[in-house]
């Protein structure tokens, strides 16, 4: 099979049968790695660049760091601790580049100052970013208990973008299998999964849709939701199964992505769905329900999302 990249005009055209209707342009993404200028950031960016490895991407390097107002430093010393911050993240950024040779792919990096969340939301307004990838567990420090706190910070915070966050121990392959949760009591919006549906089609990889559930059977709205969901996966590998809890939601995807060999988790932060509970607990303790693998975090779209209208007997979907 043969795409065509277009280095000027910088998108990627992906046939993904003989139909032109089967095809997909791929413009340019805008991610956002955050660094912390550890091994465990640099993890992170070693997958982002696994993941849009056919796709054209600006990675733009973000640091955030103490404000220079709150630093123990005065006068000189103070310059000195300013230009140790530049000078470490041009050294990162210097050695993300030496790795990284695919034409398709570009660097910026910037340092910003605390608050966490307000120098994200900058940087993605700014930049137009789609998604932003971080390290799921990153050394006291800088990001103190990130993999608590922080983490839990930006998915809260950061409403309308998608999120990747990478396991500190994560190996950087390319996913053969996306594991994709959802309890179908939700109607879907084609906008919300976007970077899903571009990254299973540019890597070529499968879609596992899982409902994780007692239930025995759907109601008719999940029925309904389903079926559009379908529509929405058209021209893709995908297939859909049912999970049983045994102990907790978290228990059993985990433990179906192990049996499975997922490699990846996605799902949309929705009130319905268990990221949801678990961002509202004691998520230092829960760890953000301690992934193996990589988890892409979906924003919710209400205002764009399909609804559901009842007239008379008859249910359908409307835009």
């Not at 839990?152 to 121990?169: D, E």
């Amino acid at each position: 099979m043969i795409s065509i990249y277009h280095p000027e005009l910088r998108y990627l055209w992906l046939p993904l049968g003989w139909s032109i209707a089967t095809s997909i342009l791929i413009p340019m993404k805008h991610v956002l790695v955050l660094t912390d200028f550890s091994e465990n950031a640099r993890n992170a960016m070693n997958y982002g660049s696994v993941l849009f490895e056919r796709i054209p991407t600006v990675f733009h390097l973000l640091n955030v760091h103490r404000p220079l107002r709150d630093s123990k430093y005065e006068g000189e010393w103070l310059d000195q601790w300013a230009d140790q911050v530049m000078d470490d993240l041009g050294k990162w950024l210097k050695d993300v580049k030496r790795d990284n040779k695919n034409p398709r792919h570009s660097f910026n990096a910037t340092a910003k100052p605390l608050p966490f969340a307000d120098a994200i939301k900058e940087a993605v307004a700014k930049n137009s970013i789609d998604p932003i990838l971080l390290p799921t567990k990153g050394p006291q420090g800088a990001w103190e208990n990130f993999l608590g706190t922080q983490a839990v910070s930006v998915i809260n915070t950061i409403k309308n973008v998608p999120i990747i966050g990478v396991p500190k121990a994560f190996k950087s392959k390319k996913p053969s299998q996306i594991v994709f949760s959802t309890n179908f009591k939700r109607a879907f919006n084609r906008n919300e999964l976007e970077i899903l549906i571009v990254l299973a089609k540019s890597l070529r990889c499968k879609i596992k849709i899982v409902q994780i559930t007692n239930d025995r059977s759907l109601d008719e709205f999940q029925k309904l939701n389903k079926e559009y969901l379908t529509d929405i996966f058209g021209g893709l590998e995908h297939s859909f199964e049912k999970i049983k809890v045994k102990t907790s939601e978290t228990a059993a995807i985990n433990d179906y992505v192990r049996k499975m060999e997922g490699d990846m988790i996605s799902l949309v932060n929705h009130r319905y769905n268990f990221l949801q509970k678990i961002t509202q607990e004691n998520v230092v303790k829960k760890v953000t329900f301690n992934s193996e693998v990589p988890i892409l975090v979906l924003p919710e779209l209400v205002g764009q999302r399909p609804v559901t209208t009842d007239l008379g007997q008859t249910k359908r979907m409307v835009l």
